[in-house]
C-alpha cells in the first residue's frame, strides 16, 4: 500500500493561491483513485475533490468547484490540489487520502485510506 505526504499549505490572504502536492511512495500509486479532503477546527472532516487513476474523472464539492483543481501526474506518483480565489473559509488541515481500485463515485472519507499527515491552509481576511 501507498505512503502520502503533503505538501505546498501555507498563510496566504483571500484571493490567493496555493498549490498543495502529495506524494505517494510504492509502485503501485496508478492502481488507485486518490481525493483531498480538509478538516477545520471543530467540524468533521469533508470532501474536497476526486480524481480517478488515470485522471480521466474529477469531482469537486460545490464549495470549491470553479476555484480548486485536482490533477495527477503518474510518472511522478504526485497528486496535485491547484487553489485559487481563496476564502477565510477554505482554511482548514488538508488531507490527500488513496482508494484503492476504478468505479467509486462517493466522497465518504471512511471509504478512503491510506492518508498522509495533513498540511496547513490557512486564509486571512
Known amino acids: 500500500q501507498v505512503q502520502l505526504i503533503e505538501s505546498g499549505g501555507g498563510l496566504v490572504q483571500a484571493g490567493g493561491s496555493l498549490r498543495l502536492s502529495c506524494a505517494a511512495s510504492?509502485?503501485?500509486?496508478?492502481?488507485?483513485?486518490m481525493g483531498w479532503f480538509r478538516q477545520a477546527p471543530g467540524k468533521e472532516r469533508e470532501f474536497v475533490a476526486r480524481?480517478?487513476?488515470?485522471?480521466?474523472?474529477?469531482n469537486y464539492a460545490d464549495s470549491v468547484k470553479g476555484r480548486f483543481t485536482i490533477s495527477r501526474d503518474n510518472g511522478k506518483n504526485t497528486v496535485y490540489l491547484q487553489m485559487n480565489s481563496l476564502k477565510p473559509s477554505d482554511t482548514a488541515v488538508y488531507y490527500c487520502?488513496?482508494?484503492?481500485?476504478?468505479?467509486?463515485?462517493?466522497?465518504?472519507?471512511?471509504?478512503?485510506?491510506?492518508w498522509g499527515q495533513g498540511t496547513q491552509v490557512t486564509v486571512s481576511s
Open positions: 510504492g509502485r503501485t500509486f496508478s492502481s488507485y483513485a
Open positions: 480524481i480517478s487513476w488515470s485522471g480521466a474523472v474529477t
Open positions: 487520502a488513496a482508494r484503492l481500485g476504478s468505479g467509486y463515485q462517493g466522497s465518504d472519507p471512511r471509504d478512503f485510506g491510506p
